[in-house]
């Protein structure tokens, strides 16, 4: 593996020395001997406070604890919060839920789900469905997660709560720089590593410079066996570069202009997915040579691939009148997507189990390309009080507007030679089975405003809400074969919403707040896709042609919550728990349309998440800190969708879970940190975490193993096979140790120690006859990193 990226050297500001304690503390990473935990300042609601202080749940990780626990992308830091949790689907598609609403696997063909998480950069939202940018960690201050709706300051997206990458920012006060390097292996894989550097440059006493910049390899684990026996190793593998550059103009005291600019693109050459069923390559097949695929091992006949190229370009003007100052954020984001799957597999279910054309037909080579194309423009303008009076306020607007691309090709080059079958349509080309090309507009205007008003010294009231209008305009075009041909068909859906929050506040003592809320989060509705009638059989046609309304509806949840945050033995710990219920309704489920090999939504009437989350961290002694936290969400459904006959369809079903999220999630981390000599300080840190068990769609719940016929491909010696469909719970572990001083760091690390082998979520194809098999997580990684500030 070779490492020939360019990159700035620079050092991290002291923000990036914090270590952020999950029940509202950090603990500074260099402090001496006998310090007391640290408070972490925080700006989840648009304001600089202490994170004790904000009336709602709130987690916030720092950079060097991010780093400490072995966190290196979303998913890696949702498993140390509690309450927020990543279903990992595959390398750059990411589906994120906080207090267990979800409603069910995204998948790449369904570009009109909104998201239920909002996902921020700074004041930035790059939040997308499925796509949620997978940003590196290096020079951030921390990640906020704000658990409950936060629409009234971050609208639609945060119907269940919102995630915030908050960076570090251009400093006048000196020149500084950091670089950073590591090396790791992957058991059963490749090497990888990761170069980085950060600079901060004044270039006068009004301008300063900070660019931050980075190369990932990502080193593959995954062998994909071949038509014949042969095996391509480590075919997951891949890189990521980027580069974020920032300039801080502030010709007073009052005004600061702040461009910024950030690149970054990620190439992987496969997906994290092991297969244990293909109808392809499987152990039951007579008429040629069976196949038994080992552990992390897949079936491909082509290169599978995932490539994200992302701009965003943002300015922030802010200007402080004295009493109240003035934001202005401008975002502009630039977006392509390809997703490359061989759907060999899925293309032979229909070519060869379905229509029954020969081995020369279904053994065709069969890419579908799943592209997408993002240019969003969004202008907030707010503003907010900065005094010390009893009523602190915000109040502001917002203009959002998306223009999203979306196309899928599944091109067959020789199918019509080989069978004499006509394949190009209206819009299809010759040997492409499916083609579909879907553009829409989401536009948005919105109003908000909230207000902190103090009712007594120790009783604090917050009220605010936000006005939204919204609409989404989409044309839809289906070709092929495969589809239920639709050319030019014109689709829009229109909202407005009010989104209100009320919170109490009650301030026992200097050291404990107890608080209670009422909010409401909000999700847009939209257009489905038609059912791809010719590959549906007749008794799957006939259930899900009655489900597939052309449109879905708004989704909303009334949130409910109590809570309380203390300082805890004199300031060297800190308590934070927080009870919570969430009505949901019209909760937009994602439903697997079996042999159609389609998906719809559809809107079941009532859910509900109802549970708690509990963090705590505590200075144990002058050399150990300790820190836990842990959540229980009990999230069903509450209604059912039923057929004529009144059964429930799809596991639409009252008292189902909704999918993706467990009941139980928790994490333990010991932090070692003694000076050995000098300024020389030995640190260590153990993390263990644990992800209850989880389904991956609703209907996993029904008919648990399923049984399912197989297609006559390749004469199989049995004639069905039963599929496990729960995602166990796993554990995993993370130790790292090293030396550091102010000016460095090395350290050597382990992620995944007991080389735990999660089941993330389940892949499959054609309702589990094609393919049936699982995404999962890296095995044991061993590694060392050296990082120098200047």
Same mark, same amino acid.
């Given at each position: 593996?070779?490492?020939?990226?360019?990159?700035?050297? *620079?050092?991290?500001? &002291?923000?990036?020395?914090? +270590?952020?304690?999950?029940?509202?503390?950090?603990?500074?990473?260099?402090?001496?001997?006998?310090?007391?935990?640290?408070?972490?300042?925080?700006?989840?609601?648009?304001?600089?406070?202490?994170?004790?202080?904000?009336?709602?749940?709130?987690? &916030?990780?720092?950079?060097?604890?991010?780093?400490?626990?072995?966190?290196?992308?979303?998913?890696?830091?949702?498993?140390?919060?509690?309450?927020?949790?990543?279903?990992?689907?595959?390398?750059?598609?990411?589906?994120?839920?906080?207090?267990? +609403?979800?409603?069910?696997?995204?998948?790449?063909?369904?570009?009109?789900?909104?998201?239920?998480?909002?996902?921020?950069?700074?004041?930035?939202?790059?939040?997308?469905?499925?796509?949620?940018?997978?940003?590196?960690?290096?020079?951030?201050?921390?990640?906020?997660?704000?658990?409950?709706?936060?629409? /009234?300051?971050?609208?639609?997206?945060?119907?269940?709560?919102?995630?915030?990458?908050?960076?570090?920012?251009? @400093?006048?006060?000196?020149?500084?720089? !950091?670089?950073?390097?590591?090396?790791?292996?992957?058991?059963?894989?490749?090497?990888?590593?990761?170069?980085?550097?950060?600079?901060?440059?004044?270039?006068?006493?009004?301008?300063?410079?900070?660019?931050?910049?980075?190369?990932?390899?990502?080193?593959?684990?995954?062998?994909?066996?071949?038509?014949?026996?042969?095996?391509?190793?480590?075919?997951?593998?891949?890189?990521?570069?980027?580069?974020?550059?920032?300039?801080?103009?502030?010709?007073?005291?009052?005004?600061?202009?702040?461009?910024?600019?950030?690149?970054?693109?990620?190439?992987?050459?496969?997906?994290?997915?092991?297969?244990?069923?293909?109808?392809?390559?499987?152990?039951?097949?007579?008429?040629?040579?069976?196949? !038994?695929?080992?552990?992390?091992?897949?079936?491909?006949?082509?290169?599978?691939?995932?490539?994200?190229?992302?701009?965003?370009?943002?300015?922030?003007?802010?200007?402080?009148?004295?009493?109240?100052?003035?934001?202005?954020?401008?975002?502009?984001?630039?977006?392509?997507?390809?997703?490359?799957?061989?759907?060999?597999?899925?293309?032979?279910?229909?070519?060869?189990?379905?229509?029954?054309?020969?081995?020369?037909?279904?053994?065709?080579?069969?890419?579908?390309?799943?592209?997408?194309?993002?240019?969003?423009?969004?202008?907030?303008?707010?503003?907010?009080?900065?005094?010390?009076?009893?009523?602190?306020?915000?109040?502001?607007?917002?203009? #959002?507007?998306?223009?999203?691309?979306?196309?899928?090709?599944?091109?067959?080059?020789?199918?019509?030679? *080989?069978?004499? +079958?006509?394949?190009?349509?209206?819009?299809?080309?010759?040997?492409?089975? =499916? =083609?579909?090309?879907?553009?829409?507009?989401? @536009?948005?205007?919105?109003?908000?405003?909230?207000?902190?008003?103090?009712? /007594?010294?120790?009783?604090?009231?917050?009220?605010?809400?936000?006005?939204?209008?919204?609409?989404? !305009?989409?044309?839809?075009?289906?070709?092929?074969?495969?589809?239920?041909?639709?050319?030019?068909?014109?689709?829009?859906?229109?909202?407005?919403?009010?989104?209100?929050?009320?919170?109490?506040?009650?301030?026992?003592?200097?050291?404990?707040?107890?608080?209670?809320?009422?909010?409401?989060?909000?999700?847009?509705?939209?257009?489905?896709?038609?059912?791809?009638?010719?590959?549906?059989?007749?008794?799957?046609?006939?259930?899900?042609?009655?489900?597939?309304?052309?449109?879905?509806?708004?989704?909303?949840?009334?949130?409910?919550? !109590?809570?309380?945050?203390?300082?805890?033995?004199?300031?060297? #710990?800190?308590?934070?728990?927080?009870?919570?219920?969430?009505?949901?309704?019209?909760?937009?489920?994602?439903?697997?349309?079996?042999?159609?090999?389609?998906?719809?939504?559809?809107?079941?009437?009532?859910?509900?998440?109802?549970?708690?989350?509990?963090?705590?961290? =505590?200075?144990?002694?002058?050399?150990?800190?300790?820190?836990?936290?842990?959540?229980?969400?009990?999230?069903?459904? @509450?209604? $059912?969708?039923?057929?004529?006959?009144?059964?429930?369809?799809?596991?639409?079903?009252?008292?189902?879970?909704?999918?993706?999220?467990?009941?139980?999630?928790?994490?333990?981390?010991?932090?070692?940190?003694?000076?050995?000599?000098?300024?020389?300080?030995?640190?260590?840190?153990?993390?263990?975490? =644990?992800?209850?068990?989880?389904?991956?769609?609703?209907?996993?719940?029904?008919?648990?193993?399923?049984?399912?016929?197989?297609?006559?491909?390749?004469?199989?010696?049995?004639?069905?096979?039963?599929?496990?469909?729960?995602?166990?719970?796993?554990?995993?572990?993370?130790?790292?140790? #090293?030396?550091?001083?102010?000016?460095?760091?090395?350290?050597?690390?382990?992620?995944?120690?007991?080389?735990?082998?999660?089941?993330? $979520?389940?892949?499959?194809?054609?309702?589990?006859?094609?393919?049936?098999?699982?995404?999962?997580?890296?095995?044991?990684?061993?590694?060392? /990193?050296?990082?120098?500030?200047?």
């Amino acid at each position: 593996m070779t490492f020939n990226r360019t990159l700035a050297v *620079a050092r991290t500001s &002291a923000l990036a020395l914090l +270590i952020a304690a999950p029940a509202g503390a950090v603990v500074a990473q260099t402090r001496p001997p006998g310090d007391l935990v640290e408070e972490l300042v925080v700006t989840a609601r648009k304001r600089d406070e202490a994170l004790i202080d904000v009336p709602f749940s709130v987690n &916030a990780l720092g950079e060097a604890l991010i780093r400490q626990r072995g966190a290196t992308n979303i998913e890696d830091i949702s498993r140390n919060i509690a309450g927020f949790t990543v279903q990992n689907l595959g390398p750059g598609q990411s589906q994120v839920a906080i207090r267990g +609403i979800s409603a069910g696997q995204i998948v790449r063909d369904q570009p009109g789900v909104k998201e239920q998480v909002g996902v921020y950069l700074d004041e930035s939202v790059i939040s997308l469905s499925l796509f949620t940018p997978d940003i590196d960690l290096f020079d951030l201050s921390r990640v906020e997660v704000l658990r409950g709706p936060q629409g /009234t300051l971050y609208g639609s997206g945060s119907l269940s709560g919102t995630v915030r990458y908050i960076t570090n920012q251009p @400093s006048l006060d000196g020149f500084a720089s !950091t670089v950073e390097a590591t090396l790791s292996h992957v058991r059963h894989g490749e090497t990888g590593g990761e170069i980085k550097g950060m600079i901060n440059a004044p270039l006068s006493d009004k301008t300063a410079l900070r660019v931050a910049a980075y190369a990932t390899e990502f080193p593959g684990f995954i062998d994909a066996v071949q038509p014949g026996g042969g095996v391509k190793k480590d075919v997951n593998g891949g890189s990521r570069q980027g580069v974020r550059a920032a300039l801080l103009i502030k010709p007073n005291e009052a005004l600061s202009i702040t461009p910024r600019v950030l690149y970054q693109t990620i190439d992987v050459s496969g997906f994290n997915r092991v297969d244990l069923f293909n109808i392809l390559a499987n152990p039951y097949t007579t008429t040629r040579p069976a196949v !038994t695929l080992g552990d992390l091992q897949q079936f491909t006949q082509l290169t599978e691939k995932f490539k994200d190229d992302f701009l965003l370009a943002d300015l922030n003007l802010a200007y402080d009148f004295g009493g109240a100052a003035l934001t202005s954020i401008s975002t502009y984001t630039d977006r392509d997507v390809l997703v490359l799957r061989d759907a060999t597999a899925l293309t032979g279910s229909i070519t060869g189990g379905s229509i029954g054309l020969p081995p020369a037909v279904y053994t065709l080579n069969a890419p579908l390309a799943d592209e997408t194309a993002v240019k969003s423009f969004t202008q907030e303008l707010r503003l907010a009080s900065t005094g010390e009076g009893k009523l602190q306020w915000v109040f502001g607007g917002f203009y #959002g507007k998306v223009d999203r691309k979306y196309a899928q090709t599944l091109d067959v080059r020789g199918f019509t030679a *080989a069978t004499g +079958i006509p394949t190009a349509g209206a819009r299809a080309p010759t040997d492409a089975l =499916y =083609y579909s090309r879907v553009p829409y507009k989401l @536009s948005q205007y919105a109003v908000f405003g909230e207000g902190t008003y103090a009712l /007594t010294d120790r009783l604090d009231l917050t009220a605010g809400g936000r006005w939204a209008s919204y609409k989404e !305009t989409r044309t839809l075009t289906f070709d092929g074969i495969f589809a239920d041909v639709t050319i030019d068909v014109p689709g829009k859906v229109k909202s407005d919403n009010f989104a209100p929050r009320v919170i109490l506040a009650y301030k026992a003592n200097d050291d404990l707040t107890i608080n209670a809320q009422a909010s409401k989060g909000f999700r847009l509705g939209g257009i489905n896709d038609p059912l791809n009638r010719p590959l549906c059989n007749a008794a799957d046609f006939a259930t899900f042609n009655a489900l597939a309304k052309p449109t879905f509806g708004n989704e909303t949840v009334w949130n409910y919550e !109590t809570g309380l945050k203390t300082r805890l033995g004199g300031g060297r #710990g800190s308590l934070a728990v927080a009870a919570f219920l969430a009505k949901i309704e019209n909760l937009q489920a994602t439903v697997d349309a079996g042999s159609c090999s389609s998906r719809l939504i559809v809107n079941v009437p009532k859910a509900e998440s109802r549970g708690a989350e509990a963090e705590f961290s =505590y200075r144990l002694s002058e050399a150990f800190d300790f820190t836990a936290s842990a959540s229980y969400n009990n999230a069903e459904l @509450s209604s $059912s969708v039923t057929d004529a006959n009144g059964a429930p369809i799809q596991g639409l079903r009252d008292g189902n879970r909704l999918p993706t999220v467990p009941k139980v999630q928790a994490a333990v981390s010991l932090n070692y940190a003694r000076p050995v000599r000098d300024a020389l300080t030995a640190f260590g840190n153990v993390t263990w975490q =644990y992800v209850g068990d989880r389904y991956t769609q609703i209907s996993d719940q029904e008919d648990n193993p399923r049984t399912v016929p197989l297609f006559p491909i390749g004469a199989p010696s049995v004639a069905s096979l039963s599929f496990p469909l729960k995602l166990p719970s796993y554990q995993g572990v993370n130790l790292r140790v #090293g030396l550091r001083n102010e000016a460095w760091e090395a350290a050597v690390f382990v992620n995944n120690l007991t080389d735990e082998r999660a089941k993330l $979520s389940i892949d499959r194809e054609r309702g589990l006859r094609a393919r049936y098999g699982y995404q999962t997580n890296p095995p044991r990684t061993i590694g060392a /990193t050296v990082r120098r500030s200047f």
